[in-house]
């Protein structure tokens, strides 16, 4: 029975085995010291651990703007969308960079239907700061696992035969455990992906005042536990 794995990681084995059979019959050199494989693509994060302090005084000028012309009022929410008990640490580092994609999403679009109202001008930087987080965000929950096996999958065969998952930790330790079938959204981070689609039949006002109140936790809370991976705990 054959077992789907990642590409990279068959493509690895196919090269040790065809290299060990060639070289036990002589038709190939032994190289003495392994080639420098292409830089890794994917998922980079860690500079996000922290913002610097021009960026985090750029979010805090547009929510005072933001609360200078907020009513209390105009807060009319059916429901919470960003409670204090949410913790991205509740959920599985896989899980982690899928929800804040998710809020990320959510806050981009509010945010962005702000631009031309009277605090168009202090979400300039803002924006560009979370447009920019936003795309490498969605590197990594498009690629799935960072490191150098996902730069290999480009030259690997539809015909490679499917490594046993019982070799994966021999051969690609750096794959961390991906989302399958059974392990769709559910649980935690089905109900946080719910609750943020639900968002979107909110008032306006509602949403842009949960959004701004819950920009400074996005990036220092948010942000830094998807930036620092298992570390995060």
Same mark, same amino acid.
């Given at each position: 029975m054959k077992l789907d794995m990642a590409p990279?990681?068959?493509? =690895?084995?196919? $090269?040790?085995?065809?290299? =060990?059979?060639? +070289?036990?019959?002589?038709? @190939? #050199? @032994?190289?003495? *010291?392994?080639? *420098?494989?292409?830089?890794?693509?994917?998922?980079?994060?860690a500079q996000f651990k922290s913002l610097s302090p021009q960026e985090l005084q750029a979010f805090k000028t547009a929510r005072d703007a933001f609360e200078d +012309?907020?009513?209390? %009022?105009?807060?009319d929410c059916s429901t919470h969308l960003?409670?204090?008990?949410?913790? &991205? %640490?509740? &959920?599985?580092?896989?899980?982690? #960079? =899928? *929800?804040?994609? *998710?809020? !990320?999403? !959510?806050? $981009?679009?509010v945010l962005e239907a702000m631009a031309n109202s009277s605090l168009g001008h202090s979400l300039e930087q803002p924006l560009l700061t979370l447009q920019n987080i936003h795309s490498k965000l969605q590197a990594c929950v498009s690629v799935g696992a960072p490191g150098w096996v996902w730069a290999l999958t480009a030259w690997t065969s539809p015909s490679v035969p499917a490594l046993p998952h019982s070799l994966t930790p021999l051969l690609c330790p750096q794959v961390p455990a991906q989302p399958t079938a059974s392990s769709r959204p559910r649980g935690r981070l089905h109900h946080w992906l719910h609750r943020l689609q639900e968002a979107r %039949?909110?008032?306006?006002?509602? !949403?842009?005042? +949960? =959004?701004?109140?819950?920009?400074?936790?996005l990036l220092t809370r948010d942000l830094k536990c998807v930036a620092s991976g298992d570390q995060c705990v």
């Open positions: 990279g990681c068959t493509l =690895v084995l196919v $090269l040790m085995l065809t290299t =060990v059979a060639l +070289s036990r019959t002589g038709a @190939v #050199p @032994v190289p003495s *010291a392994p080639r *420098a494989l292409p830089p890794a693509r994917g998922c980079h994060m +012309s907020f009513l209390p %009022k105009d807060w960003f409670p204090r008990t949410r913790d &991205l %640490k509740h &959920l599985q580092v896989w899980e982690r #960079p =899928v *929800a804040l994609e *998710a809020e !990320l999403a !959510l806050t $981009l679009t %039949k909110e008032s306006q006002d509602c !949403l842009e005042a +949960s =959004v701004m109140f819950n920009l400074l936790r």
